[in-house]
């Protein structure tokens, strides 16, 4: 079944006060995309998808490009993209030792428990590269060539970028479940790549989004029935990529303007397309290496070349054999199923290649239907294309109560075109919290509280107010699976004494994640492991701020002063932000700005 057209909601026209060009990229484990917009004040933006990258002129309508880079000896990036399949290009990184760079976006994931990547073909990064560095060199690349597309597409494009190219704007898609850190990475990466220049302008500039809510915002202008957006409606979104399989589901909040909002926690596997070339090549090497006559390293490159760009995409039926091709017709050895220059593969061992990534799509889509109503499935990404993932899916999720589709359009760089709708529309008013988020507290110490008194190697006392705490205090502020509205915040009142009053106060909130299970967590030593420091902002407070109090305590009664303050976060944005505030002494409320602080090492 394929997407019902027509009903797309009406974009509303730019409302800013000046014109601006916006550049998504939807960096991929094996093919990225980008797309851009040009915004001019009381005009409708048009989205368009950039394509004809260099290297593929013969392919003029491709909106895909290969994740990969060329390295020579010395470092230097010598191609990217399709380049590398240049002649030319391939006999120089023959004749020079070119490095040849592919599937790097995997050393960004998140790592957990139960992470492994133990066989794939990760290459290796060159000598004295960073991963920050290596995927700034391929966003460069990639933003070199949206902003050719985009002079060569526009009229009087010369003039119109010196207007605009010290403030373009850069929407930046990752798969679901990468967070803060990921986001840290890839905005380092973007200023290495000089997208936008190191300073607190050109890091604003760069905004993220994830792969599963850029693709719903495509669906919703490229063909999502009138049903799947009634109010009350439920939209589920897989989107298959090369690395991951991202799955995402919503429920349509209202109509006029439309708005949705996250049903559950958005899921994400490590289950992509690439895993299905890697299953056939460790099939082919457990099959050939031993003993056949075309086990070598070049023979095996050539099947898994080709698996990869035909037999694997054109799969569909259990019961049909496929044919990779690697020689000529001359090239025969029966007793390995090699005939006419073709390894013969049965449709049950292709199946097996497949199974790992239909399963993890069938079980997120399970995860993620409605019990109560009907949820409308839409599955987008390159891996989309493939007849059986596509089968698959629809014949494992069957007994459910839903409708599976597909679109007739090409879906490959869904999430580059729906970055841009992600920027203009924010049709998303909640999202769902994947992890619990707080901060560590040390609360003055009780003498009745049962919980400080099981901890007395925690108590300790201040040195300039007196007073006692008890470290290892851990407090909330949005728990894991609850819904937080986009313009929701989260006020942190905290407070710092000091012993000299100073011109400035440098103050600083550290955000805690806790990944684990225990419900209504209080003190970090319940699950030590599942805790982590999320990220920090830190922001300056002038002396205005403080507030004189004499203590009692170990400096005798000496004066101190106390900077009383509130951090105020954004948790139900795509990326967390946070703010300040604080008052004078005359009562006045005044905010600053906090930035985020990391750790370099």
């Known amino acids: 079944m394929s997407y019902l057209g027509g009903n797309r909601p009406e974009r509303a026209p730019y409302r800013g006060t000046g014109i601006s060009l916006v550049i998504s990229i939807d960096f991929g484990t094996t093919f990225s995309g980008s797309s851009w917009a040009l915004l001019e004040p009381q005009q409708i933006p048009d989205v368009i998808d950039v394509s004809g990258y260099a290297g593929q002129e013969f392919q003029a309508s491709s909106t895909k490009v290969p994740t990969v880079l060329y390295y020579d000896q010395s470092g230097k990036v010598r191609a990217a993209g399709s380049e590398i399949f240049d002649p030319d290009m391939m006999l120089d990184a023959r004749e020079e030792g070119w490095k040849r760079v592919e599937w790097f976006k995997l050393l960004l994931r998140p790592r957990g428990p139960d992470d492994s990547l133990a066989g794939a073909p990760i290459s290796?990064?060159?000598?004295?590269?960073?991963?920050?560095?290596?995927?700034?060199?391929?966003?460069?690349?990639?933003?070199?060539?949206?902003?050719?597309?985009?002079?060569?597409?526009?009229?009087?494009?010369?003039?119109?970028?010196?207007?605009?190219?010290?403030?373009?704007?850069?929407?930046?898609?990752?798969?679901?479940?990468?967070?803060?850190?990921?986001?840290?990475?890839?905005?380092?990466?973007?200023?290495?790549?000089r997208l936008v220049p190191s300073n607190e302008d050109g890091r604003s500039r760069i905004h993220f989004v994830s792969e599963g809510e850029a693709s719903l915002h495509w669906c919703v202008l490229n063909g999502v029935s009138k049903r799947a957006l009634q109010a009350g409606s439920n939209i589920t979104v897989v989107d298959a990529g090369g690395g991951t399989i991202d799955v995402s589901s919503y429920a349509v909040t209202g109509t006029t303007p439309l708005q949705l909002k996250e049903r559950c926690i958005p899921n994400s596997q490590l289950a992509g397309s690439v895993f299905v070339t890697q299953a056939f090549e460790d099939f082919v090497r457990a099959k050939l290496e031993p003993a056949s006559a075309y086990g070598d390293q070049e023979t095996i490159s050539l099947l898994v070349k080709d698996f990869d760009k035909t037999a694997k995409c054109v799969f569909r039926r259990k019961d049909r054999r496929s044919a990779v091709t690697f020689g000529s017709y001359r090239e025969n050895e029966p007793e390995f199923n090699i005939e006419s220059g073709q390894l013969i593969v049965q449709g049950s061992d292709m199946a097996d290649f497949f199974e790992a990534s239909c399963d993890a799509a069938a079980d997120a889509v399970r995860k993620h239907a409605s019990p109560t109503s009907r949820t409308t499935v839409f599955l987008v990404g390159g891996f989309a294309a493939s007849p059986w993932l596509y089968s698959e899916l629809q014949s494992r999720t069957q007994d459910l109560n839903v409708d599976v589709l597909r679109a007739d359009t090409m879906t490959a760089k869904a999430a580059a075109n729906g970055a841009i709708s992600f920027y203009l529309d924010r049709r998303v008013s909640a999202r769902i919290a994947q992890w619990t988020y707080g901060v560590y507290i040390n609360p003055l110490y009780n003498e009745s509280d049962s919980e400080h008194i099981r901890r007395p190697l925690n108590v300790y006392q201040d040195p300039i107010s007196g007073r006692k705490y008890v470290t290892g205090g851990f407090h909330a502020h949005v728990t894991k699976g609850t819904a937080v509205q986009e313009t929701q915040t989260k006020r942190f009142s905290l407070n710092k004494w000091l012993t000299q009053?100073?011109?400035?106060?440098?103050?600083?909130?550290?955000?805690?994640?806790?990944?684990?299970?225990?419900?209504?967590?209080?003190?970090?030593?319940?699950?030590?492991?599942?805790?982590?420091?999320?990220?920090?902002?830190?922001?300056?407070?002038?002396?205005?701020?403080?507030?004189?109090?004499?203590?009692?305590?170990?400096?005798?009664?000496?004066?101190?002063?106390?900077?009383?303050?509130?951090?105020?976060?954004?948790?139900?944005?795509?990326?967390?932000?946070?703010?300040?505030?604080?008052?004078?002494?005359?009562?006045?409320?005044?905010?600053?700005?906090a930035t985020p602080v990391w750790n370099e090492g």
């Open 124 to 193: 290796p990064l060159p000598a004295g590269k960073t991963i920050v560095q290596v995927v700034g060199d391929y966003l460069s690349y990639m933003s070199r060539a949206s902003i050719d597309h985009f002079k060569n597409q526009m009229v009087g494009s010369d003039d119109i970028w010196e207007k605009v190219k010290n403030k373009v704007i850069y929407v930046l898609c990752h798969p679901n479940g990468w967070d803060t850190y990921q986001h840290e990475e890839m905005r380092r990466a973007a200023v290495h790549g």
């Open 501 to 593: 009053k100073q011109k400035q106060t440098l103050v600083q909130l550290d955000l805690i994640c806790y990944k684990g299970d225990v419900t209504d967590i209080r003190w970090v030593d319940q699950d030590p492991l599942n805790f982590e420091q999320l990220c920090s902002f830190a922001a300056k407070i002038p002396k205005a701020a403080l507030i004189e109090e004499k203590r009692t305590g170990a400096k005798g009664g000496a004066p101190c002063w106390r900077c009383y303050f509130d951090a105020v976060v954004s948790f139900g944005t795509t990326e967390f932000k946070c703010h300040i505030e604080w008052k004078d002494r005359q009562g006045g409320t005044h905010r600053g700005t």
